[in-house]
């Protein structure tokens, strides 16, 4: 018998579980540390290298973009075997621990090269082995802890209604306050230390948050009760010891394969290119993607109906990866924009540039409760767009975004040398597409649910993580062609016609979906 299937025991509070508050409290922290080291990664490596530490890498906005799209892209790829080990092998609420714990290790690895200030000072070629050998190692920590702790947090939220209902909308509703707060305050204190003091004491304090959150959910773990504990296995079987040593037995194996490929890596025994390689992965990524799709419609015995079903998924999942391809472009293209192009100093102070990474989240805040309430008020009136028209929608705004971004360009161009312009188009351009988002991603996730055939819905829902990480992929190689270098007048011209290139590119796939809305939704039938 399957023992996740149950409601903690520990009572409840304002109406909900006391251990949903466990996990808000371990979300928040975990997206703490998450987005405010995301908000210093760009920054830091096209920083110019600073002789005894303090400074960055010095790489080119393409190289460093390239990596930063390849980070988030293997973020969404690890977890499918995240949640694979907590499935089968660990319990979500072992993988949500040990998860943390890895994160935090990799913070506080990519914050070793402050032992040079502390107790230095090294050798300078010491001190670089030092700083490029954290900096990459601790980012495959935070990758390998993120796979395991964020799908499984969420699905222990859900493990705590089995009656399913309105009140497990509510606690959805409160544990997405929980991401979203973590995602505000992390960039306003991590790029805080890390612009104004020393990047590894940014990169340490995300470390910190993501240690808060383990220290509370250590001492909160009992309201969780039985919800997410044991392994998942088919009703009213056990998981036998012969299946677990070969599932542990797989993990090893990948885990070795993963450490030598690091490790020559970091060694120089094999040379990795940025851009050739997250541009070989996005290949990779679609012929798989194509296969799959292609085998589910052939081979995968479904009816008419499902099959429309299936083609709407593929729709879905282009659309997602075109939309987060630009979407993406906040912690990479707008952050060094931020950077270079921004007036950011008011009364004598200079704000950080991460600081814009938190309008995304507070915007989030401020609307998704609106957006909640507009879209059950148009249901009402039977005028709510369909799931196509929402991706129509989703499409127009990230353009407009886009075309804000044009204007703040065209701006700069006629400045010249050292222009700056008000954050207000920054702030807009977020704005933009925030709420472009927040017609697309929520819509998007609970459609695939939805419409995958009953044998195939984890697949389907790993294939939706898998496009997320093509976008963040392709996300990464446009930034190298977005950003401009401070002073550059050739790169400085060409952001013009690029950012009105994009603003063209996704309103017509706005328009695409638009067209389109009507035989998709037919294909949909009846489900909403």
Request: charged share 10%; aromatic share 16%; glycine share 12%.
């Amino acid at each position: 018998m399957n023992s996740n299937v149950g409601v903690p025991n520990s009572g409840t509070w304002m109406g909900q579980p006391k251990g949903l508050f466990t996990l808000f409290f371990t979300e928040l922290w975990e997206r703490f540390s998450f987005y405010g080291m995301r908000a210093l990664l760009v920054l830091f490596m096209t920083a110019a290298i600073v002789e005894g530490g303090g400074g960055g890498f010095g790489l080119d906005d393409a190289t460093a973009t390239a990596i930063y799209g390849i980070y988030t892209a293997a973020v969404y790829l690890f977890a499918l075997p995240g949640g694979w080990m907590a499935d089968r092998l660990l319990g979500q609420q072992k993988a949500v621990w040990y998860g943390g714990i890895i994160i935090a290790i990799g913070h506080f690895t990519m914050a070793a090269p402050l032992l040079n200030d502390w107790f230095g000072p090294f050798s300078e070629e010491f001190r670089m082995s030092l700083e490029t050998s954290a900096f990459f190692l601790g980012l495959v920590f935070i990758v390998i802890g993120t796979g395991l702790l964020k799908p499984n947090v969420s699905a222990i939220v859900g493990d705590m209604y089995p009656e399913g209902g309105a009140r497990r909308d509510g606690g959805f509703t409160i544990f997405y306050m929980g991401i979203n707060l973590g995602a505000m305050l992390g960039p306003l204190v991590c790029s805080f230390l890390g612009e104004n003091v020393n990047w590894h004491y940014g990169f340490g304090a995300a470390g910190v948050g993501m240690v808060l959150g383990l220290i509370q959910y250590k001492y909160m773990l009992h309201h969780l009760g039985d919800a997410g504990r044991h392994p998942h296995t088919k009703a009213g079987e056990v998981p036998s010891e012969t299946s677990m040593k070969r599932n542990w037995l797989a993990v090893i194996i990948g885990g070795v394969v993963l450490a030598g490929v690091v490790l020559m890596a970091l060694t120089g025994a094999i040379t990795i290119d940025p851009q050739a390689f997250a541009t070989w992965t996005t290949w990779i990524i679609l012929g798989a993607a194509v296969a799959f799709f292609g085998y589910v419609i052939f081979f995968g015995g479904l009816s008419t109906e499902e099959r429309k079903r299936v083609f709407v998924i593929i729709t879905l999942f282009i659309g997602a990866a075109i939309f987060w391809s630009g979407f993406e472009q906040a912690g990479s293209s707008f952050n060094l924009f931020a950077e270079r192009f921004t007036q950011r100093e008011f009364f004598g102070f200079e704000h950080p540039a991460g600081w814009y990474q938190s309008l995304n989240a507070a915007f989030i805040l401020i609307f998704a409760p609106f957006f909640a309430w507009f879209w059950v008020a148009l249901a009402r009136r039977n005028w709510e767009p369909s799931i196509p028209g929402k991706f129509a929608l989703a499409m127009f705004q990230l353009g407009l975004g886009f075309l804000v971004m044009f204007f703040a360009a065209t701006i700069l161009v006629s400045q010249g040398a050292g222009g700056k312009v008000l954050p207000t188009w920054l702030m807009l351009t977020y704005l933009l597409h925030t709420t472009a988002e927040l017609c697309l991603s929520p819509v998007a996730l609970s459609a695939v649910t939805k419409l995958a055939p009953q044998r195939y819905t984890s697949q389907m829902m790993g294939m939706w993580f898998v496009g997320t990480a093509m976008g963040n992929l392709v996300a990464g190689l446009l930034a190298g062609f977005l950003s401009a270098e401070e002073g550059a007048a050739d790169s400085l011209e060409a952001m013009p016609p690029n950012f009105w290139s994009l603003f063209l590119f996704f309103a017509g796939c706005g328009v695409l979906y638009a067209v389109f809305s009507k035989p998709i939704k037919g294909w949909i039938g009846n489900i909403r």
